[in-house]
């Protein structure tokens, strides 16, 4: 699990290089998950390699919204304040979100597109 989490680690710093380097506005760990995903995708990485890793950070996933859970209820003065463009934002957004993940899925579910 070591070699693993390293692996993901490597990724996350080369993505936080490149944010920094490249100037764009993308969150570096963002830019590393996108290095991870290509480089599981060509086959330049197993994925057998970062397996164990991946499992055990899936599998303790909710410990790592903690902070941001104690984080709001630190600051919730500021949400119950703008709690109208809070409403304003979520709504639409999620609709918009839940319209481009279906608009995508029936594009990758298109007859005769090619398996890969």
């Known amino acids: 699990m070591i070699p693993g989490l390293a692996i993901l680690f490597c990724f996350l ?3 936080e ?3 920094r380097l490249a100037g764009i506005p993308v969150p570096g760990s963002v830019l590393g998950m996108l ?7 060509l086959g330049l990485l197993p994925a057998e390699s970062v397996q164990a890793a991946a499992d055990a950070l899936l599998d303790n996933l909710s410990l790592l919204f ?5 984080g709001l209820m630190l600051y919730f003065d500021l949400p119950a304040r703008d709690w109208l463009a809070v409403l304003a934002a979520l709504v639409p957004s ?3 979100v839940l319209a481009a ?4 899925q029936q594009l990758l579910e298109r007859p ?3 398996e890969g």
């Open 13 to 15: 710093a080369v993505g």
């Open 17 to 19: 290089g490149a944010g």
């Open 35 to 41: 290095l991870l995903a290509a480089a599981l995708r």
């Open 66 to 70: 903690v902070p941001a859970g104690v």
């Open 94 to 96: 999620t609709f918009l």
């Open 101 to 104: 993940v279906g608009w995508v």
């Open 112 to 114: 005769g597109r090619a």
